[in-house]
């Protein structure tokens, strides 16, 4: 995965420390990470050192520039996930992103370039000023997660949102060396840690060591950890409070172990806190800690249980809290043993890393857009349906686009799958649905648009050349490659279609075959009329297709009547047709097996939702069409232990394989058909079973649905990993 931190400046910060420590987790993980901000600082090398590639928006002058800058990064280095923390970097990240998904941009940038539309996430470390406030609630939705160090800030920013997730900060145990101290009678040490900004409140841990009783006060040591801009007025206030002497500003502190271990008490006076990072740090290595009771504090520490708070802005309630320490100094102890108890049971960093790297990979679980000319229950249609449940099941992201609201549509929404109808099937709908489609995929930011049937091909693929989003296509049939032309990747379901399009000039490096496939188990193998069909003296011969010329009922019917013509035929062969279509072309078949008076013996069963439960008491389906790519209901037979009497023409033969010698006949040829039927219902019942035994192996080791999906899988990653 590709991750772009964003953050305002790389100085010595709570933010910039868990950025750090964000990138070094996902450098562990096998991440490739960047890093853009707004303008540099003393923590540059700590990320320099990781080998980060590190932007500086600085030298592009002011906001607008700025942005210009983050979109030139992101066309360039393509992240999967841009995560912003602090305000500034935030609203420019969202400005970024909104200006890139618009469809002006990629005009702009050409027609079918592959804009990068990485996630945002956005980072909320702390309270910002009112207007700040005002606008992270108006503009939160740009982002697709929103984190928070905290529950407070969680309430304070989005109370009540789903789009946010509290994912505390911690901090690396494995650097926390503890050593205990007792308090000393001839000196205390107190000391802070973090930036030298008001909203820290070192102008309040002064002012509370001011008010300490004198013979108490004389005792104290305080040390002030970390550079900021308030250092020159608290070196003054000190002055004022005649501190100087027992006040050390120790700068940046490179050693923070050390820095902790030399102190008794840790205080945290901030005005409002986040989370308060370094509390953490001081509570891990069995520190005495009090800390304000501000913002996210009180989440860590439990007053009187692993810590002391006292009142926010309250310089005597931090001096009591203090008194109170070195007149309770048994308790105090105890007390510091639960803070580092509490701090490794749940402060480490691995855990805050493991989470948001958790949450970036539910954002980034691949977006599939599944489009269809169709929505009827048709071969094709029933491998769009495996598609978009197999994918589901993986945690795919996936929506469907179907034409009209039939069976297909029913089936998804039973599934969970969000889907809406377009007009495809018709030329004019199909061009009227074109900008409703490119809409679509730009709000929907899909990463694989996936089109099947003619037009529902060429209109999904047309749509994802102008957003800017890779394609494919799947091949149900022997077609014209125009339908195809704007598409990334063909997909064809046998190797006849492929060969038909190789044939057409496609390019055959653009060409995958991946075969239908279906499950495949034991107790799919049916034992029932199939195996024993002279029990009653009635043979029944099968066929599932819609009602058109094309799949060859009209010759299925004259081989029926061809075998119940014969006098050395010993059963009563009858004809069952399943499937809906053309009801001109249902009266026309009518009127045939009336001519040839097998009327009584053929029966139109209509749609069937569950065919193969029919197909259990048929002996044999019969697939006599004059064009056929690589049917499913061939596999659903053969899978059944129903033999399968087939055209040679398509993807046929590589379905039915050895079998194919025998069980394949020429297309419009009534008599071969026949000939075919009258040599199965002659057969034995060794043979017979023999034969059955035959197809269902094939199926079972060359269509499973598992290899199928698996390789559909390996085309969308292929595409994928070219964005």
């Known amino acids: 995965m590709r991750i772009l931190f964003v953050i305002n400046a790389l100085t010595l910060g709570g933010a910039q420390m868990r950025v750090l420590d964000l990138v070094r987790g996902m450098f562990k993980r096998g991440d490739q990470v960047a890093l853009a901000c707004l303008r540099g600082g003393e923590m540059a090398d700590d990320f320099a050192e990781l080998g980060v590639d590190v932007f500086n928006l600085e030298s592009w002058s002011g906001n607008l520039g700025a942005i210009c800058g983050l979109i030139s990064i992101v066309i360039s280095w393509r992240p999967d996930i841009v995560h912003s923390h602090l305000f500034a970097s935030t609203t420019l990240s969202r400005a970024a992103l909104l200006i890139l998904r618009l469809p002006l941009f990629r005009l702009f940038f050409g027609f079918g370039s592959r804009v990068s539309h990485p996630m945002l996430v956005s980072t909320i470390h702390g309270i910002e000023k009112s207007r700040y406030w005002f606008m992270e609630r108006l503009f939160s939705g740009l982002s697709h997660k929103i984190i928070s160090v905290s529950h407070f800030l969680s309430r304070h920013f989005h109370d009540g949102s789903e789009k946010i997730a509290v994912i505390p900060g911690g901090i690396d145990l494995e650097q926390c060396h503890c050593f205990r101290k007792p308090l000393a009678d001839d000196q205390i040490v107190i000391g802070t840690l973090g930036r030298l900004s008001r909203v820290k409140g070192i102008d309040i841990l002064l002012g509370a060591v001011a008010l300490l009783e004198p013979c108490l006060r004389r005792k104290i040591i305080v040390r002030i950890g970390g550079p900021g801009p308030e250092a020159d007025n608290l070196l003054e206030l000190a002055g004022k409070l005649n501190l100087l002497s027992q006040v050390e500003f120790s700068g940046q502190i490179a050693d923070i172990d050390g820095f902790m271990n030399s102190l008794d008490i840790f205080v945290m006076p901030s005005r409002q806190e986040g989370q308060g990072l370094s509390m953490l740090e001081a509570m891990a290595r069995g520190r005495i800690v009090i800390a304000a009771r501000a913002g996210g504090i009180p989440e860590h520490l439990i007053h009187g249980k692993n810590g002391l708070l006292f009142g926010r802005e309250n310089s005597e309630s931090l001096a009591m809290a203090m008194e109170w320490v070195c007149s309770n100094r048994e308790r105090a102890q105890e007390i510091s043993a639960e803070a580092r108890r509490s701090a490794c049971s749940g402060g480490d960093r691995k855990i805050m890393v493991d989470k948001v790297r958790a949450l970036y990979g539910q954002l980034r679980s691949p977006r599939l857009l599944l489009v269809i000319s169709s929505g009827s229950m048709g071969g094709g249609e029933r491998n769009f349906l495996q598609i978009a449940c197999h994918f589901k099941s993986l945690g795919w992201k996936i929506s469907a686009v179907v034409t009209g609201s039939g069976r297909l549509m029913s089936a998804l929404i039973d599934s969970g799958i969000p889907v809406i109808s377009l007009p495809l099937e018709t030329p004019l709908g199909g061009l009227a649905s074109l900008p409703a489609l490119v809409r679509l995929v730009c709000a929907g930011r899909y990463d694989l648009i996936h089109g099947h049937l003619n037009r529902g091909a060429l209109i999904s693929s047309l749509a ?184 040679r023409v398509g993807g046929l033969p590589e379905i039915l394989g050895d079998d194919g010698d025998t069980n394949l006949v020429p297309a419009g040829d009534p008599a071969s058909l026949a000939r075919r039927m009258m040599e199965i219902l002659k057969m034995g019942e060794g043979d017979f079973q023999a034969l059955r035994q035959r197809g269902f192996k094939r199926v079972a080791e060359n269509f499973s649905i598992g290899e199928s999906m698996a390789s559909i899988e390996r085309v969308y990653r292929e595409l994928l990993s070219c964005r």
């Open 464 to 647: 994802a050349a102008i957003a800017g989003v890779p394609s494919i296509v799947t091949v149900h049939g022997l077609n014209r490659k125009v339908y195809y032309r704007f598409a990334d990747r063909v997909i064809a379901v046998c190797q006849a279609a492929a060969d038909n399009l190789i044939e057409q000039s496609l390019p055959e490096g653009f060409i995958r075959v991946v075969q239908n496939g279906v499950a495949v188990s034991d107790e799919s193998f049916s034992d029932g009329a199939a195996c024993f069909p002279a029990s009653e003296g009635k043979v029944v011969f099968g066929m599932v297709a819609r009602l058109h010329p094309n799949k060859g009922h009209e010759t299925a019917i004259r081989a029926l009547a061809i075998v119940a013509a014969d006098g050395k035929c010993p059963f009563q062969c009858e004809l069952q047709i399943v499937g809906e279509g053309d009801s001109d072309y249902q009266r026309k078949l009518e009127m045939i097996a009336t001519d040839l008076g097998v009327s009584e013996r053929v029966h139109f069963t209509g749609h069937s939702d569950d065919p193969s439960r029919l197909m259990q008491g048929w002996k044999c389906l019969l697939i006599p069409s004059f064009q056929e790519a690589f049917p499913f209901v061939a596999l659903e037979a053969l899978s059944s232990g129903v033999a399968v009497i087939g055209s």
